[in-house]
């Protein structure tokens, strides 16, 4: 277990790097005139607005249900997805307009070496920061810090990408390709934004369990199918770290309450055990019963 091994830490984790590399970015593209590192600065500064969302977000999604939220709280966090994607459309925005300027406007670069190492700093620190949100979120199965993963991801890769650009720069003598690199790094954080905000998006509206978890319920259903008649209705969801799964089992008339209370009770352990701390709910219905 690591200093930044729970969801509060890394999401700290995040907010502390973010804030760092906000102030490195945008000293050195301002002094060296770069629009491809203040577009950079930019871009973490969206990231950051987004990991302080992140963590009061994870904060409040493990909070146990009480009388107002009997289902817990876990959907803050798809709120919390679906604003970070839309804060990462306003920093392309802001992106392509100042590379936009600089395009029209044009000017030489002051010491573009300073800014090939600002840059490696910064896929430095985000490719190590990006692992452990990672690796956190799969282990707590957190959609806030997943998306905050995927920000430092994008982050490392428009690093790498403006690093060589301002490196060809300082080899060619270019400065056109600053402003062009700055609207490749637009497209990559509009890509980025997309993704997150889809993802939250249909955490927000119920959409069923992934596929793969759903066929392990099927498989679960299929292996225990010879205790009842069949089953239907089969509905899933998922409310941050929560699976809620509920089906109807249809048993003969003549089966004994306890038996149906033993496969029910068999049904479920069997669905804990793929998909730990689902909460499932079991109707038991007669044969010829109309979904209602």
């Excluded at 690093?163 to 890509?191: E, M, Q, T, Y």
Aim: aromatic letters at 6%; proline letters at 4%; a negative charge.
């Amino acid at each position: 277990m690591g200093p930044f091994s729970t969801k509060t830490s890394a999401a700290w984790l995040s907010v502390g790097s973010n804030a760092v590399l906000i102030v490195l970015k945008l000293a050195v593209g301002l002094y060296i005139g770069a629009v491809s590192v203040v577009a950079e600065a930019i871009h973490s500064g969206v990231d950051l607005l987004a990991a302080v969302i992140a963590l009061v977000s994870v904060r409040a999604s493990v909070r146990p249900p009480d009388e107002d939220h009997q289902f817990g709280h876990g959907k803050i966090e798809g709120v919390s997805g679906a604003a970070e994607g839309l804060l990462i459309f306003v920093g392309a925005a802001l992106i392509v307009n100042e590379a936009i300027d600089k395009l029209l406007g044009g000017s030489a670069l002051e010491e573009p070496g300073l800014g090939v190492a600002v840059m490696f700093v910064s896929t430095v620190v985000n490719w190590v920061v990006a692992r452990q949100l990672h690796a956190v979120a799969r282990k707590q199965d957190s959609l806030a810090l997943e998306a905050d993963a995927e920000h430092h991801r994008t982050d490392v890769i428009t690093s790498l990408g403006v690093l060589g650009g301002l490196a060809a720069v300082l080899v060619l003598n270019a400065p056109i390709l600053d402003p062009i690199l700055a609207l490749a790094v637009a497209a990559l954080i509009v890509r980025a934004a997309w993704n997150i905000t889809y993802k939250s998006y249909a955490a927000l509206i119920d959409s069923r369990l992934p596929h793969d978890e759903y066929q392990k319920i099927e498989q679960v259903l299929a292996d225990h199918g010879s205790h009842f008649v069949e089953y239907h209705r089969l509905r899933t969801r998922k409310s941050g770290a929560q699976r809620y799964i509920a089906l109807d089992l249809v048993f003969n008339p003549d089966a004994h309450l306890s038996e149906v209370h033993d496969v029910c009770d068999h049904v479920e352990s069997e669905i804990h055990a793929v998909l730990p701390g689902a909460s499932v709910q079991i109707h038991v219905e007669p044969p010829g019963t109309v979904d209602r």
